[in-house]
Structures are given as structure tokens and as C-alpha cells.
């Protein structure tokens, strides 16, 4: 899979507001597209597709732990799809790790290039997958997720 041709993170503000949920705070954000919903208003935005910088807060050098908390960034699909806070819990999540230490170490603190897609939404559950990639375009991790919610 190659790298999607996004700007960079310096070229992309991060949101505003104060995040609604904690482990946001955790993260530099820079969503590119499929950002927090403009209103939570409940309504049908149809999309699932987000791309978005990322990197710890406070910033830190790359490592398998956080590379695989980084594959665990984004909100949940369902949420950005109806725009409203439901209940749901991941039921499986699989990463796989693509990068090798001497990829952490130049990736060193900079950003992650994250791209998270839903793919089927129904019966109480969803599934996603997602890539990271690092600044100079090297796939680091892929990931797998699937939840369930409350209707």
C-alpha cells in the first residue's frame, strides 16, 4: 500500500476545543480529513474515512509501545459516522508491525501519518482497518479493529 499524498503536519492546524474524551489529550492530532464531527448532533455524516497526523504528547521517540497505542488513536468509526456518542467496546484489535527498530529510531519523535477506514456497519457491530506510516513514508503498522454498539 503506498502512502496517500496528504500535507504536511506543520501545513495542517490542530483542532480546536478541548477534547470530549481523556486519552485524546494523550496525542497531537492533525486531522487532514474525517475529523471530530463539526456538531454532535446525531445526524448521518456517511463517513468513515480519516487521515490525520499523530504523534505522543508530550512528544517522545517511537517505540513498539507507542507505535502500537498510536494504531489504537482512532475514535471510533460509528461515532464519526452518526455524530453522537454511543456505547461500544472493541471486541478484537490486531496490529501488525511492518517497521524495523532502525524505522523507529528515524522516525524518532515526529509524526505519524494515520489512514483509518470503516468498512461494514450493522447488526451491532463494525470493523476497521488502518495504516501508519511515518514522515518519510514508510509503513510502520497496519491494524484491525472490530467493536460492537449499542443501538
Known sequence: MSVPQVPRPDDVPPPEGQPRVEWVKRYELRFIEGGFPAAWDGGDKGASLTRLWVRDNPPRPLDWLSLTAMSDTFF????????????????????????????????????????????????????????????????????????????
Open 76 to 151: 471510533p468509526r460509528i461515532w464519526l459516522r452518526r455524530a453522537t456518542f454511543i456505547p461500544l467496546g472493541t471486541i478484537t484489535m490486531t496490529t501488525y508491525f511492518h517497521a524495523t527498530r532502525s524505522q523507529l529510531a528515524e522516525t524518532g519523535t515526529g509524526y505519524l501519518l494515520g489512514q483509518v477506514k470503516g468498512q461494514g456497519f450493522g447488526a451491532g457491530y463494525f470493523d476497521h482497518t488502518a495504516q501508519m506510516w511515518n514522515e518519510a513514508g514508510t509503513l510502520l503498522a497496519t491494524s484491525s479493529q472490530v467493536y460492537y454498539f449499542k443501538e
